[in-house]
């Protein structure tokens, strides 16, 4: 079965300094893509980076990078210069390419930059 | 121009009552999704049609009934409304299974039962 846990429901961090949110996931799959999607109080879902499996090296975005350790199975999400916009749920997915083909979310990380 | 479009964006009905969302992509993707967004946040997968067929079926209850006219449209229909499907239900699009690598929701339409 495809899982994926983020294991901190909340967090919070100071407006320009740094934070990373936790993600790890399990698929018997090969090929697969990693997510993260943020949701504002908006309630409108925004991707904020993706990573292909296959793909050794770190995606960037921006303040956004990842971390991602392919055999600890281990995604997590690296803000850098934290801003008051970032405030929101942010979600860990994943898609398997192959077995039952969902996009499969985290229960998601509440992050609150403080000004 | 909006990518995926569902409407409406709020819902209050009476428990008992039928109602619909509707979901409208324009960006040319052959999968669609239904999910569901309960009090917690979590989110979870309720249908996913691709090409018009139904590949994913995730136990949801029979009362609802997902309709895909064209691969363009994917429609929720809900029987006998509960207190418990009270929740924010999100549509997506995506050509993941073509190894696209994003999927696109809609702004979700927040159901309330009463």
């Known amino acids: 079965a495809q899982t994926v846990t983020q294991s901190q429901p909340e967090m919070s961090v100071q407006e320009a300094e740094t934070v990373t949110l936790s993600c790890t996931y399990d698929?018997?799959?090969?090929?697969?893509?990693l997510f993260w999607y943020k949701q504002p109080p908006s309630r409108q879902m925004i991707l904020v980076i993706r990573q292909e499996a296959y793909k050794q090296q770190n995606a960037t975005e921006n303040r956004f990078s990842v971390n991602f350790q392919k055999a600890a199975k281990s995604f997590s999400l690296k803000i850098s210069d934290s801003q008051l916009g970032d405030t929101a749920m942010y979600f860990c997915a994943s898609f398997s390419q192959g077995g039952s083909e969902k996009l499969v979310f985290g229960k998601g990380t509440k992050l609150t930059v403080n000004p | 121009d909006t990518a995926v479009s569902q409407t409406p964006k709020y819902l209050v009905t009476q428990m008992g009552n039928d109602k619909s969302i509707k979901c409208e992509q324009n960006?040319?993707?052959?999968?669609m999704y239904w999910y569901k967004q309960d009090s917690k946040k979590f989110l979870k997968i309720m249908f996913s049609y691709n090409n018009k067929e139904l590949i994913i079926n995730e136990t949801v209850p029979n009362r609802f009934s997902p309709k895909s006219p064209d691969k363009a449209h994917l429609n929720l229909h809900i029987n006998s409304l509960e207190l418990g499907d009270s929740a924010v239900y999100f549509c997506?699009?995506?050509?993941?299974?073509?190894?696209?690598?994003?999927?696109?929701f809609g702004q979700g339409t927040r159901l309330t039962v009463v």
């Open positions: 960006l040319g993707h052959d999968t």
């Open positions: 997506a699009s995506s050509h993941l299974r073509r190894g696209n690598t994003e999927a696109f």
């Open positions: 698929t018997s799959e090969s090929n697969y893509y």
